[in-house]
């Protein structure tokens, strides 16, 4: 096993630091200079009071649900949406920000410049569905009324969880990865993919707190991890969206329909309620991210073959994660209603099966990706007879 | 939700009951601002209850943290709905037993979510994937609209 060890913020690190502002980005040197004399010699430059031609005077009006992005974006003022971003730094769109270009600096992480690499038609009302819909698994959860499983169905019930809290970071940690690359210019997908961020600690939360309150977590599994890496690694955010937004969390959205349907208390049926709610936005997010993508692609068959050549390697390693007995056995068990009824439970297991890849190929339809015929991911249950 | 206790009689299936839902909805507006907006027309949909192949449907259309319209669904309103949850009338009278049992929650066996998943005895349909999604989206909202029913005494017109 390599041995990893974590590498200490060093003298060549901070070496590297004051370089990097001493010695070649000395830009900010020079208006610290010229701010500073300003203000010593009592000098107010008040260039801010001159509003130029940005139009700014007309205000924001809310709406019936109060000042939404999509009230502010009738401004005029408040800026397009580009289709490509050339604005690489924190200067928001909408502001005064052209005489001072030259002197800004360059946020050389923000490398996905193109709109149709992230946009989605519903991604403003997305974001204040989620806002609103927010709720807290410490608090909205009737944890008190929680009752004692059989030894067979808490073990269920707590494997479950264990492979949900493996899973759901990944869909914070897939869009966190993004979000830093996306310029500033496109606010609204980065305000979207932080309220998808948090909907997925709040899901590790809950998931973690509900194996602990049933006894604790149980089994990982490799081939969680491996679909994990697959979404993280995908080479485009559309690609990884794709993998992550439609088909993974169209799976997981199906888990937790079913967790919710087999769920044997009160409380995990909150849960697996709660959280079905926020997959469905992200789902929903990826469904349209994706048409967005396609419907803008300067080529279209060009653009689908490329995904097709993604999904067939990408439904395949995801397959792995819901082929694994950790996963698979635990629904069964829940579904039978116990280990002694496990073969029923595999019985329906085949028949949700079928449904959850009919969503999929549906979703992947309403994008206009057609992966029917392509599709990798056995239409029936691989243990069906 | 705290355990509710019924105040009136109304008979099911009616335009009439859904309407108390709603009416219901629209008081409690604190706990449904709590659980976020609702954005979506449901046409909740009752098979053979005029009779052999004549279903009732009702289209409820939900705003924000409010209901803003109840009729029953003409031939001119067949579009409007994002999705139709439907049912015959013994599964959606078992679910409405179990909800006032449960006084305001239902038994285990008897969630929206549960009833739906197998596509059997509810079923959730909607052309759009897209817009069948709302469906799971407002999850938890549309429970608490039905579970709603256990503050009224409901009656049944369609003997299971």
């Known amino acids: 096993m390599t041995e990893i060890v974590a590498k200490p913020v060093g ?24 701010n500073a004399d300003k203000l010593k010699s009592g000098h107010y430059s008040l260039h801010w009071l001159d509003p130029q031609d940005s139009g700014w005077g007309r205000r924001a ?4 649900r109060g000042l939404t992005y999509a009230d502010v974006n009738q401004l005029p003022q408040s800026g397009e949406l580009p289709k490509t971003a050339t604005w690489l730094n924190f200067a928001p769109r909408g502001s005064i920000r052209e005489p001072y270009r030259d002197r800004m600096p360059t946020v050389e992480s923000y490398t996905v410049v193109d709109r149709d690499e992230l946009w989605a038609d519903n991604v403003i009302t997305l974001y204040e569905e989620a806002k609103a819909r927010q ?9 008190s009324e929680l009752e004692r499983l059989p030894d067979d169905l808490e073990k269920a019930t707590c494997q479950l969880c264990t492979f949900l809290t493996e899973v759901e970071f990944v869909a914070g940690d897939f869009p966190a990865k993004w979000l830093y690359r996306i310029p500033q210019d496109f606010l609204e997908v980065k305000s979207f993919l932080s309220t ?7 899901h590790q939360e809950v998931f973690r707190k509900r194996a602990f309150a049933g006894g604790g977590l149980l089994h990982s599994a490799p081939g969680f991890e ?23 969390e169209g799976l997981v959205l199906s888990i937790f329909r079913s967790g919710e349907m087999i769920a044997k208390t009160h409380v995990d049926k909150e849960i697996f309620r709660r959280c079905l709610q926020d ?15 396609i419907d803008h692609a300067p080529d279209r068959g060009a653009a689908i073959e490329e995904l097709h050549r993604f999904a067939d390697v990408g439904e395949l390693v995801i397959l792995t994660a819901f082929s694994e007995p950790a996963l698979v056995e635990p629904l069964a068990v829940l579904l039978g209603g116990g280990l002694a009824k496990i073969d029923q439970g595999m019985e329906g297991m085949a028949k949700l099966w079928s449904m959850f890849i009919g969503e999929y190929l549906q979703r992947c339809d309403r994008a206009g990706f057609p992966r029917d015929e392509r599709c990798k991911i056995p239409k029936q249950a691989i243990w069906a007879r | 939700m705290g355990e509710m206790t019924p105040s009136e009689t109304i008979s099911f299936p009616s335009l009439a009951w859904f309407e108390m839902l709603a009416e219901r909805m629209n008081a409690d507006r604190a706990r449904y601002e709590h659980l976020g907006y609702v ?4 046409e909740f949909a009752v098979r053979d209850a005029r009779g052999p192949g004549r279903p009732l449907r009702v289209q409820v259309t939900f705003d924000e943290f409010s209901v803003t319209d109840v009729r029953e669904a003409g031939p001119a309103d067949a579009e409007r709905a994002d999705f139709t949850l439907e049912a015959d009338p013994k599964a959606w009278r078992e679910m409405i037993e179990s909800i006032a049992k449960g006084k305001g929650r239902p038994g285990l066996d008897q969630t929206l979510n549960h009833l739906s998943h197998f596509d059997a005895p509810f079923r959730v349909c909607s052309a759009d994937p897209l817009k069948r999604d709302l469906y799971f989206r407002y999850n938890q909202s549309l429970q608490e609209f039905v579970n709603a029913s256990a503050l009224c005494v409901t009656t ?4 299971p």
């Open chain 1, 11 to 34: 003298v060549e690190s901070i070496a590297a630091y004051e370089r990097e502002f001493g010695e070649k980005a000395t830009e900010w040197a020079a208006i610290l200079q010229e």
């Open chain 1, 61 to 64: 009006r809310p709406s019936s």
């Open chain 1, 135 to 143: 709720w807290n698994a410490t608090r909205d959860i009737p944890w």
């Open chain 1, 196 to 202: 998808q961020i948090m909907d997925e600690a709040r």
């Open chain 1, 226 to 248: 491996w679909a994990l890496k697959a979404i993280l690694d995908a080479p485009t955010h559309t690609m990884g969206t794709f993998l992550l937004n439609l088909l993974g």
């Open chain 1, 279 to 293: 997959e469905a936005r992200h789902v929903s997010y990826g469904v349209l991210e994706l048409k967005n993508s």
């Open chain 2, 39 to 42: 954005d979506c027309i449901v």
């Open chain 2, 156 to 159: 049944f017109d369609v003997r």
